[in-house]
């Protein structure tokens, strides 16, 4: 499957798209640039030899050549990049990692922003509403991502309006090892995933940490109570 890393520059969409050049994926790392998209496939073979499932574009061009992309900008920059994109995402899976931090407006991020839309999620539908928004990835430090030797410990929780989007990226998603995908439901539920993630930054702050994460139990557990 191809997959396009948008603004997979950064700490969190680089962390990824390594994974998924290890997990056997064709990806795309996506920019504002082709010289710095370029830079990151660099970084990547730096890490991992000169692997050929990987490549540059710009963003509008990784977004038309994949088949599911990822969203990994700051807030600030959510808009603009999915306006680049629109052509390209339409139809498709855009699992959005965008988290609405207060620090995107120079505050904390151990805060939340409260959107319009409900969630940066909701906010990246109503502005792409022919792409298929999935809320991914907001509770995945970029720090577990580029653990490389270790599996990640860490539960994947998604949300979106459309279930065959969903059952297209679950697998994709689980082929990083260690991950686990619990689908929270439509994308709504963005507004309480996301709102995890400044937890997590507070924990690591408070544990001196950077490897805060969360995993959901007892699902298989059946009921006791009729
Ligand atoms: N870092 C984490 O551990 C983590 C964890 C969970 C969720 N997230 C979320 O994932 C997203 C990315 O996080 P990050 O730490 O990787 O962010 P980042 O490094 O600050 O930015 C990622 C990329 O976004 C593009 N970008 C930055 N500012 C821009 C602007 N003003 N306009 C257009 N493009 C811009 C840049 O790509 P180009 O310059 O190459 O175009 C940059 O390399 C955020 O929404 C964050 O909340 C991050």
Excluded: H, Y
């Amino acid at each position: 499957m191809k997959v396009a890393v948008i603004g997979g520059t950064g700490g969190q969409g680089l962390g990824i798209a390594t994974r998924f050049v290890v997990a056997g994926e064709e990806v795309i790392i996506g920019s504002r640039t082709l010289e710095k998209a370029q830079a990151g496939v660099d970084k990547v073979k730096e890490l991992q030899g000169d692997v050929k499932n990987v490549k540059a574009a710009t963003n509008p061009d990784a977004a038309k050549e994949a088949d599911v992309l990822i969203m990994t900008v700051p807030l600030a920059a959510q808009k603009d990049t999915l306006l680049s994109i629109k052509e390209g995402a339409a139809g498709k899976p855009l699992m959005d990692a965008t988290g609405p931090l207060e620090s995107c407006i120079g505050g904390s991020a151990t805060r939340c922003l409260n959107l319009t839309e409900g969630s940066a999620a909701q906010r990246a539908q109503a502005i792409l509403p022919d792409a298929k928004v999935i809320c991914a990835f907001n509770n995945i430090s970029q720090t577990w991502w580029m653990q490389l030797e270790e599996p990640i410990d860490c539960d994947c929780l998604i949300c979106g309006d459309d279930k065959d989007a969903k059952a297209i990226v679950t697998p994709l998603i689980e082929k990083v090892p260690g991950i686990k995908v619990v689908d929270c439901g439509m994308l709504e539920r963005a507004s309480i995933i996301e709102k995890i993630t400044p937890l997590l930054i507070g924990l690591n702050i408070r544990n001196k940490c950077q490897f805060g994460g969360i995993r959901i139990t007892g699902l298989d557990k059946g009921r006791v109570c009729k």
